[in-house]
């Protein structure tokens, strides 16, 4: 059951004005629902093996789960990054189909 609200996000790539100066990147950033679950024993422990403290699973919506602008009649899709629930950032260390059309979405916690 997703009845949790979580907040996506991704960065957009940096690009120069006309006098040659880098605008940074900005952040785009959507909120969907999500199934959250803490990360398993061996999942944990597997991850720390792999480099990589996992802490969180998100279970999302395949269509959710897309970051898109339009601009004019140009629409530009962003691969989000980032997830923030319950005021922690996590960043997403992978992602993998589970089922029909669901994503599970393993993360680890930002300091």
């Known amino acids: 059951m997703k009845n949790e609200t979580i907040k996506i996000s991704a960065i957009k790539s940096s690009t120069v004005d006309a006098d040659g100066f880098e605008i940074p990147g900005t952040t785009i950033e959507k909120t969907i629902y999500a199934q959250v679950k803490s990360v398993g024993y061996g999942e944990y422990y597997e991850g720390l093996r792999a480099g990589i403290m996992a802490s969180m699973i998100f279970k999302v919506n395949m269509v959710d789960f897309c970051l898109s602008e339009t601009v ?14 319950n ?4 960043k997403i260390v992978r992602q993998y189909k589970r089922g029909f059309g669901f994503l599970e ?4 916690e930002i300091e």
């Open 72 to 85: 004019g009649q140009i629409t530009t899709h962003y691969k989000p990054t980032h997830i923030v629930y």
């Open 87 to 90: 005021g922690t950032t996590y």
């Open 105 to 108: 979405l393993t993360c680890e």
